[in-house]
């Protein structure tokens, strides 16, 4: 908690400063930006992100072989894909109800006749599933392809699994190589407050507050929905399923969401999000390795929101009504979309380019929210990553392996599921 207290100084002064450089000092901004801010939320995102993938190979891999059985991995990888799925249709519905309600399309007067946007083309659903697959599980490493490398690292657990004794020695290895891994993330986060300040200190000062005041009723809508899909849908889950405290599940795992709020990326907020999840949730090993690395890669509960109130903040601004058959276009082009682009950098605009284009929107009303969705990324981001926990805490007790809460700094344990 000391840690993301001072993260949220760190967050706090870079608001202020960014703001104060837009406002009144705007030439120097640019300088100061180039080289301080930037280069310092940079250093740390990169090590953040040099993390990751020994992160997710060795936690997949560990979690595999923690799981053991094969039925009882595709029980709860089944359990795992429905909660993800599920909960990203309910945030989409959310957004939509919320967005049409409260019209942040017609709050402002909105140039669409000059405004272009080239959409990218996001690949078939088909092609993405095909492609979990490596030809090459070292390229996939090299390039960062998280949907092969836990296909891979899955794969390896299932052999060390059935193999048993026979390869006792290679799993204490990995075992180490966790532990390795988990003493670097806490160094490593000894400079996240340095980071954060200067990822915050570039979003806001580069925005400034005329972007942001524009675009308040839009930013309020997703904010919102970002809001009421954490406590009700999270909170509710965790309370009648989890069966823990809300208060308890959200207390424990806000240093991570700070971290994922100051980073705005799942990926990289990885590391810790498996960290908390495991010692202050108490979530084993096995299961959190699995939910939650696969939760970062195909979990988009946050961007799903955004996806729900810009499509409907896109239609006002061109004075286009939707009809009911779109609006149910929409949840289901973007619960397929949540999945289908999962390993594409940029996701976020693709799926809902993909979105606007299902239900004849013009894909150029994209611009009108880039202004603000750098600042909008950073919270569906820390909404992301609490999605990956909160299934991690209902798929353990459903299975009967949730740790006891009172047992405040100890980890759960590491055992077979």
């Known amino acids: 908690m000391k840690l993301a207290r001072n993260i949220i100084i760190a967050l706090i002064a870079g608001v202020i400063v960014g703001l104060a450089l837009n406002l009144f000092a705007p030439s120097v901004f640019d300088p100061v930006d180039t080289y301080f801010f930037g280069p310092l939320g940079t250093i740390f995102l990169n090590l953040m992100k040099m993390l990751v993938v020994p992160v997710v190979f060795v936690s997949i891999v560990l979690g595999t072989v923690g799981i053991g059985d094969p039925k009882k991995l595709g029980r709860i990888g089944s359990k795992t894909i429905v909660y993800f799925l599920l909960t990203t249709a309910v945030a989409i519905v959310i957004a939509l109800i919320l967005a049409l309600i409260l019209k942040p399309g017609t709050a402002g007067n909105f140039d669409t006749a000059s405004i272009n946007y080239e959409a990218q083309e996001a690949p078939p659903v088909m092609d993405t599933l095909l492609g979990i697959i490596p030809t090459n599980p070292v390229t996939a490493m090299a390039e960062g392809n998280m949907l092969q490398i836990i296909f891979f690292a899955a794969l390896i657990g299932f052999g060390l699994a059935m193999l048993g004794k026979k390869v006792e020695r290679v799993k204490e290895v990995i075992e180490q190589a966790n532990d390795l891994i988990m003493y670097l993330i806490t160094f490593v986060m000894k400079f996240a407050p340095y980071g954060a300040f200067g990822l915050i200190a570039s979003a806001v000062g580069s925005q400034g507050f005329d972007a942001i005041r524009a675009m308040g009723m839009y930013m309020g809508v997703v904010l919102g929905a970002l809001l009421i899909h954490s406590v009700v849908v999270y909170g509710g889950t965790v309370a009648l399923i989890g069966k823990r405290s809300p208060i308890w599940f959200f207390k424990n795992f806000f240093p991570a969401q700070v971290v994922a709020f100051s980073t705005a990326s799942s990926a990289a907020t990885l590391p810790v999000s498996l960290k908390m999840a495991q010692e202050r ?62 390993a594409v950098p940029g996701a976020g605009l693709i799926m809902l380019a993909m979105v606007l284009t299902s239900v004849g929107l013009p894909v150029e009303g994209i611009a009108l929210v880039l202004g603000v969705d750098r600042l909008l990324d950073m919270v569906r981001t820390a909404v992301n990553i609490t999605g990956d926990a909160a299934c991690a805490v209902v798929v353990s007790q459903t299975e009967g392996v949730l740790g006891d809460p009172e047992m405040e700094g100890v980890p759960a344990e590491s055992k077979t599921v």
Do not use: H, R, W, Y
């Open 281 to 342: 949730l108490k979530v084993p090993e096995s299961i959190s390795s699995f939910t939650q690395s696969l939760g970062a890669t195909i979990n988009m509960d946050g961007t799903a929101i955004m996806q729900g109130a810009a499509v409907v903040f896109i239609a006002q601004a061109f004075g286009i009504e939707l009809s009911l058959g779109q609006l149910l276009i929409v949840v289901l082009t973007a619960v397929l979309a949540s999945i289908g682009t999962a």
